[in-house]
């Protein structure tokens, strides 16, 4: 709680260290949310929750085209879990969420600190998801952030080359099955490159698993991942995006592991404007360098339509090929000038492998329905 409490207290002196900044671009906002679940089938059955994100960001320029940025934001959270009056569980914390520092040049920048680093083209379902925890069905995208040391260096054909190194993370994105080792350093990187209609990339990531999770005799297990991905605009929007990982050690008889995603959109000139996506996940791992064993397959149906300016409904249809199960997402979302409710509904299997966790708790793919109210300064 000391740390955590430290984090408040900087947050704080830094916003109130506004008028030494003065001269420079300062900004304060704030994300205030509350929900309420209610999952017939789940062991708690009610969930409230209550969330205050400030964030303080600022700008210093040293001339026209040099220049440093921060940004400093909190988390602070409640929620309760309860079956009856008799039976409540609930917590409470404070944490931080994102703490940076940015130097920037017109074609250069770098930025350490806690921050969120995603890539990939996927909307949904996620190879190259290794750094962040963002689930589609859920509202406020929230996402756990990352200590790193992030470089990017862009070329005049907007190609750019990304180098990143990693420490002190206990988790990383949803793609870790086994937790990374805080105490070892990742390092990573990425070329991201214009081709016509589109763009493709390459990226590379090595770390280092826990040892105490791993085994005993082989404390040290590295991780090296490899990811590949691409996107197009050819009237229809298309892409695909992959990751290929293996252990230096075998762990459970699994030591290579395979995620395929592709996947397209449109948007039918029908009313408003009726927004499709589709996209497939084939994965696959075992011990074998070409086998494509334990083969799986998800798919997943997004249908979007804005009903007015500030209204929008949507479906999100989840299948499992091989478990032969389905899971139906359903939204609606209005906007007020400074508030945003969402009704979300949950139909169908009450557990399904290989479906992202949410931020906020892991229930999202129990049937059921939550409120959530949102106000954004």
Avoid: C
């Amino acid at each position: 709680m000391r740390r955590e409490m430290a984090w408040f207290g900087l947050l704080m002196l830094l916003f109130f260290m506004q008028d030494v900044f003065a001269q420079n671009k300062v900004d304060f906002s704030q994300l205030l949310y509350a929900y309420l679940g209610y999952y017939p089938k789940y062991e708690t059955v009610y969930e409230v929750g209550l969330g205050y994100i400030p964030k303080l960001s600022a700008e210093v320029p040293i001339d026209s085209l040099h220049g440093f940025k921060m940004e400093a934001s909190l988390t602070l959270g409640a929620t309760a879990k309860f079956r009856g009056f008799e039976e409540i569980n609930g917590n409470a914390g404070i944490s931080p969420y994102r703490l940076w520092i940015r130097y920037a040049t017109p074609q250069a920048e770098a930025r350490i600190g806690l921050q969120s680093i995603e890539f990939g083209s996927a909307q949904f379902l996620r190879p190259l998801q290794w750094f962040d925890q963002k689930d589609p069905n859920d509202p406020l995208r929230m996402s756990r952030g990352v200590y790193a040391l992030l470089g990017r260096y862009y070329f005049p054909n907007n190609a750019n080359v990304w180098g990143w190194g990693l420490y002190g993370n206990k988790q990383l994105g949803l793609q870790y099955v086994v937790p990374v080792s805080p105490k070892h350093l990742g390092l990573g990187g990425r070329f991201q490159l214009p081709i016509p209609k589109g763009e493709a990339a390459i990226s590379f990531n090595r770390s280092t698993l826990h040892q105490e999770v791993v085994m005993q005799n082989k404390p040290i297990v590295h991780e090296n991942r490899f990811g590949f991905d691409a996107k197009a605009d050819l009237k229809i929007g298309v892409w695909v995006e992959m990751s290929f990982s293996t252990l230096s050690e075998a762990l459970n008889k699994v030591r290579y592991r395979r995620l395929l995603t592709f996947g397209v959109d449109y948007t039918v000139g029908l009313g408003n404007g009726l927004s499709l996506q589709t996209e497939h996940l084939i994965s696959s791992f075992g011990d074998t360098r070409l086998e494509w064993g334990n083969l799986d397959v998800l798919s997943v149906l997004s249908l979007q339509y804005p009903l007015t300016l500030s209204d929008m409904i949507g479906i999100m249809v989840y299948r499992q090929w091989k478990s032969e199960k389905s899971f139906v997402v359903a939204q609606y979302r209005h906007d007020f000038r400074k508030w945003t409710v969402f009704a979300v509904g949950f139909l169908g299997a009450s557990q399904q492998a290989n479906l992202p966790e949410s931020e906020i708790e892991a229930t999202m793919f129990t049937p059921g329905i939550r409120f959530l109210l949102m106000y954004h300064r």
